[in-house]
T-cell receptor, first 113, second 112 residues
Framework: DAKTTQPPSMDCAEGRAANLPCNHSTISGNEYVYWYRQIHSQGPQYIIH???NNETNEMASLIITEDRKSSTLILPHATLRDTAVYYCIVRPPNTGTASKLTFGTGTRLQVTL | NAGVTQTPKFQVLKTGQSMTLQCAQD?????MSWYRQDPGMGLRLIHY???????DQGEVPNGYNVSRSTTEDFPLRLLSAAPSQTSVYFC???????????FGPGTRLLVL
């Protein structure tokens, strides 16, 4: 699986958009970009994933660059409850080894008043 | 649906003791897996299963055994606990063809 690089920490004011970057310069053509987050002491929670098109769901938006070497997770209106560690993960599509997610150290997002 | 449940929530062991961490899911998911998370680090895969009767090793399998006799349950056994196994353990499950993994609340293990 391709490796990812994320900043160790970021701050965001409540109500503002939080933009979390991820570099994955060695991504392969069939590998997806996934985002999970882990709120303190809880199990990770799936947020969103995408291949090459931008994606949006009720939680966030995912912007993937045209060359697919980087992406940005956008939380449009961050709240205090969004304070968590955010993990960017790159892996092939679900082909029988779906259980294998490789987590790095992620970005610790602190949302402040 | 209870989702993914894990027991116990907390456990203290002495070096050399054995124990089983329980994981169950009620979503009829084929895939289940175990991760450990050490302080300040990401999750590392211990073992995983793609269905009943089928298991395989992950990144850090040494010192742990698993079995998958039913779709619902995926217990993790520590044969002889060591202080290096002090960690938080997460179980996860997902459906074949689905991209979302569901994680349990975790078991915090301290080995003295």
């Amino acid at each position: 699986d391709a490796k990812t690089t994320q900043p160790p920490s970021m701050d965001c004011a409540e109500g503002r958009a939080a933009n979390l970057p991820c570099n994955h310069s060695t991504i392969s053509g069939n590998e997806y970009v996934y985002w999970y987050r882990q709120i303190h002491s809880q199990g990770p929670q799936y947020i969103i994933h995408g291949l090459k098109n931008n994606e949006t769901n009720e939680m966030a938006s995912l912007i993937i660059t045209e060359d697919r070497k980087s992406s940005t997770l956008i939380l449009p209106h961050a709240t205090l409850r969004d304070t968590a560690v955010y993990y960017c993960i790159v892996r092939p599509p679900n082909t029988g080894t779906a259980s294998k997610l490789t987590f790095g150290t992620g970005t610790r997002l602190q949302v402040t008043l | 649906n209870a989702g993914v449940t894990q027991t116990p929530k907390f456990q203290v062991l002495k070096t050399g003791q054995s124990m089983t961490l329980q994981c169950a899911q009620d979503m009829n998911h084929e895939y289940m897996s175990w991760y450990r998370q050490d302080p300040g680090m990401g999750l590392r895969l211990i073992h995983y299963s793609v269905g009943a009767g089928i298991t395989d090793q992950g990144e850090v399998p040494n010192g742990y055994n698993v079995s998958r006799s039913t779709t619902e349950d995926f217990p993790l056994r520590l044969l002889s606990a060591a202080p290096s196994q002090t960690s938080v353990y997460f179980c996860a499950s997902s459906n074949y063809g689905a991209e979302t993994q569901y994680f349990g609340p975790g078991t915090r293990l301290l080995v003295l």
